[in-house]
């Protein structure tokens, strides 16, 4: 069975995107089949990798049998994903938990990115998730939407929470222009698992619609994450 990871945050703009292709191409590049399914209705991740040409199905459309699942799964720089129906309105958590079922058998991960905010497009991409991630960056509205995202998707059954800090500037966190890691981990209650530092290569990444090769220094904090999911050592720290 497929791992099974939403990668949630509850404010906007913070990174759950990139963080999910990121983390994807990581998984990817240590040998793990991966399916990224994309439950942010305005749809990103087909931009990300650069491939929003190619999409004719989306995972509605092979949940309400419309299509097979594998005429709506694209492939494009070394990723499978899936992207989001336009409505969510028609679409119901049994559709998301009947849809996973069967496409699972092929993957080793499903990374489910939620859009933003704690309404009915996080419900769905928590249907079928085991686990979350919730992104954060180091300032206290986004701490505030974490925690909130974090409560949610609790009492939505996704209890398997790990905290992701996004855009860490060290010399800002060190000048308190930031919160410290420890206040971020305290305001969410949730335990840390990767701290990313601000990158313009991840910023360039965002705007080109093209991320980075894997081998490049940027992807480290991504691989570390990777790891630490898998339960293998590695630091947090990447400066
Ligand atoms: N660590 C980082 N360093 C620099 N830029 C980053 C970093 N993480 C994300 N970004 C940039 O921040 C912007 C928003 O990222 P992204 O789209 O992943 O956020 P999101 O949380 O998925 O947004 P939405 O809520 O709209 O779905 C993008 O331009 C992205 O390139
Ligand atoms: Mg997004």
Known sequence: ?????????????????????????????????????????????????????????????????????????????????????????VLTNDDVKRLVREVEPGYDFLLFDAPAGIGRGLSLACAAAQKALVVATPDLVCVRAACRAAEQMESLGVRNSRLVINRAVYRDIRRKKLLNIDDVIDETGVQLIAIIPEDKNLRRAGMSGKLFAPRNLSYEPFRRLAKRIQGIQAPLWFV
């Open 1 to 89: 069975m497929a791992r099974r990871i939403v990668i949630a945050s509850g404010k906007g703009g913070v990174g759950k995107t990139t963080v999910c292709v990121a983390l994807g191409k990581a998984l990817a590049a240590a040998g793990k089949k991966v399916l990224l399914l994309d439950f942010d209705n305005l749809r990103s991740i087909d931009l990300m990798l650069g491939a929003a040409g190619d999409v004719v199905f989306d995972w509605g459309d092979a949940a309400k049998g419309r299509c097979g699942v594998a005429d709506a799964v694209l492939e494009a720089d070394g990723l499978a994903f899936m992207t989001c129906p336009p409505d969510y309105d």
